[in-house]
Structures are given as structure tokens and as C-alpha cells.
């Protein structure tokens, strides 16, 4: 990459929820050519519930799909990070609009190298999320999600948001901050100086004796795209 360009993220935009509509997200993804961007990176959650199946696309989704492949034949690398609120996005009727789709990305600039991470499941005590999230992501339940009925993907659709809604309390309340820690260790000691994380919906940064963890606020709290 080189020195000129500029990496932009954004974190839990929750678009169609309480990031409301997708247009000023959009607007503000279309202006990052010319703002030097020469890479995006999705750190999850860009909408409020995100399936990889066209039966489920809202208005929301086609538009912001149509502004990342815009971004992409602009020349600016996109990375998706999956969330706890995006199924099955990877090999789906949207991979045309992300250079890749992962539960994590490393990546450089000006020498300092960052490992991006959505930020759930950290905690290994919180089994019963980590298994909640293991069966809701797994092959089955995509293979369910993307040939039951219409009516009753619906259905679907609606309850898991509700189920999403109730998870993770502990973590909404407060910041799990000895477990950032004890994660931030692991990863930096793996080679990375910078973590970047969204998920909690916060700006924070945590100085670790290897470097850095930095949460990322959640766009629809600030609306604001941030820069490395």
C-alpha cells in the first residue's frame, strides 16, 4: 500500500436500526476516493441483522452493496468483518462487493501493523454466547436460512434479532476490560502493534506492554468514519 493512501473504518453502523437509514452512511463511503482512501474496512454490524440470501435484501442493502462494488472499481480495497449481526456472508450474492469477508484482517500501514476483529466471543467464560454464536453461524443453519419458505425466513429474521438483542448484557452494560486485556496480549504477542475493535459500540484505547487495543466507536453513535 502506498504511504499516500489512507485507511478508513467503520464500526457497527446497525443501518436500518438505530443507525437509522443507509443514505448518509453511503454518501459519506462515496466521498473516500477522493479523500485518499485506499482502503475500507467493515468492522461488522453495518446493519442491524445481515443474511447472505437476496430473499432477505432490503432497500438499505442494495444500496450500500451498489456503493462498496463503486468503491472497488474506484480502487479502494474493501474488507468485511463479520459480526455477531451478519450470517453467511462469505460465497454470497454480495461478494462482489468486498475484496474479502473474515472474522479478522491484518494489514500495514506506515509500519504499523493492525489485526482488525469484530469483538464478540472474546470471553471464553461466556460459553453459552460462544455456543449460541457457533450453531447460529454454522453450515446447518445456513443451509436452513437459505431454503426455508419466504414467510417463515421472515419469522426468522425477526426473532433472531430479538435473541441478538437479549445477548451479550454484560458486555452492553460495561466494558469487559480484563478481558480486552488478556485477548490484546495474546494477539500483539503474535506480531501485530495495534487492535482494532468495534462490537462494543465505544472509543476507547488500551495501552498493553506489546502495544495498543483500540475500540472503534460505533458509527451510529458518532457518524463519523475514522482514519488510520
Given at each position: 500500500?502506498?504511504?499516500?493512501?489512507?485507511?478508513?473504518?467503520?464500526?457497527?453502523?446497525?443501518?436500518?436500526?438505530?443507525?437509522g437509514p443507509a443514505e448518509?452512511?453511503?454518501?459519506?463511503?462515496?466521498?473516500?476516493?477522493?479523500?485518499?482512501?485506499?482502503?475500507?474496512?467493515?468492522?461488522?454490524?453495518?446493519?442491524?441483522?445481515?443474511?447472505?440470501?437476496?430473499?432477505?435484501?432490503?432497500?438499505?442493502?442494495?444500496?450500500?452493496?451498489?456503493?462498496?462494488a463503486g468503491l472497488r472499481?474506484?480502487?479502494?480495497?474493501?474488507?468485511?468483518?463479520?459480526?455477531?449481526?451478519?450470517?453467511?456472508?462469505?460465497?454470497?450474492?454480495?461478494?462482489?462487493?468486498?475484496?474479502?469477508?473474515?472474522?479478522?484482517?491484518?494489514?500495514?500501514?506506515?509500519?504499523?501493523?493492525?489485526?482488525?476483529?469484530?469483538?464478540?466471543?472474546?470471553?471464553?467464560?461466556?460459553?453459552?454466547?460462544?455456543?449460541?454464536?457457533?450453531?447460529?453461524?454454522?453450515?446447518?443453519?445456513?443451509?436452513?436460512?437459505?431454503?426455508?419458505?419466504?414467510r417463515i425466513a421472515g419469522?426468522?429474521?425477526?426473532?433472531?434479532?430479538?435473541?441478538?438483542?437479549?445477548?451479550?448484557?454484560?458486555?452492553?452494560?460495561?466494558?469487559?476490560?480484563?478481558?480486552?486485556?488478556?485477548?490484546?496480549?495474546?494477539?500483539?504477542?503474535?506480531?501485530?502493534?495495534?487492535?482494532?475493535?468495534?462490537?462494543?459500540?465505544?472509543?476507547?484505547?488500551?495501552?498493553?506492554?506489546?502495544?495498543?487495543?483500540?475500540?472503534?466507536?460505533?458509527?451510529?453513535?458518532?457518524?463519523?468514519?475514522?482514519?488510520?
Amino acid at each position: 500500500m502506498a504511504t499516500n493512501d489512507r485507511v478508513a473504518v467503520v464500526a457497527d453502523a446497525h443501518l436500518s436500526g438505530p443507525g437509522g437509514p443507509a443514505e448518509p452512511l453511503v454518501e459519506q463511503l462515496r466521498r473516500l476516493p477522493e479523500e485518499g482512501c485506499g482502503r475500507l474496512v467493515l468492522l461488522g454490524d453495518l446493519f442491524q441483522i445481515w443474511i447472505g440470501d437476496s430473499r432477505y435484501e432490503i432497500p438499505d442493502i442494495a444500496l450500500m452493496v451498489d456503493a462498496l462494488a463503486g468503491l472497488r472499481s474506484a480502487g479502494v480495497h474493501v474488507d468485511y468483518i463479520e459480526g455477531n449481526r451478519d450470517f453467511f456472508l462469505q460465497g454470497s450474492p454480495y461478494d462482489h462487493a468486498f475484496d474479502q469477508v473474515a472474522s479478522e484482517v491484518a494489514f500495514q500501514v506506515n509500519g504499523t501493523r493492525y489485526l482488525a476483529v469484530h469483538g464478540d466471543g472474546l470471553d471464553r467464560r461466556d460459553w453459552k454466547y460462544r455456543f449460541w454464536r457457533t450453531i447460529s453461524k454454522s453450515g446447518l443453519s445456513r443451509l436452513v436460512a437459505t431454503h426455508m419458505p419466504r414467510r417463515i425466513a421472515g419469522r426468522m429474521v425477526r426473532g433472531t434479532e430479538q435473541r441478538l438483542s437479549a445477548t451479550n448484557q454484560e458486555h452492553k452494560r460495561s466494558i469487559p476490560e480484563d478481558v480486552l486485556r488478556e485477548y490484546g496480549s495474546r494477539r500483539l504477542a503474535e506480531g501485530h502493534d495495534e487492535i482494532l475493535l468495534g462490537h462494543f459500540h465505544a472509543a476507547r484505547t488500551l495501552k498493553l506492554p506489546g502495544g495498543t487495543v483500540r475500540l472503534i466507536d460505533a458509527w451510529y453513535n458518532s457518524h463519523r468514519i475514522e482514519w488510520l
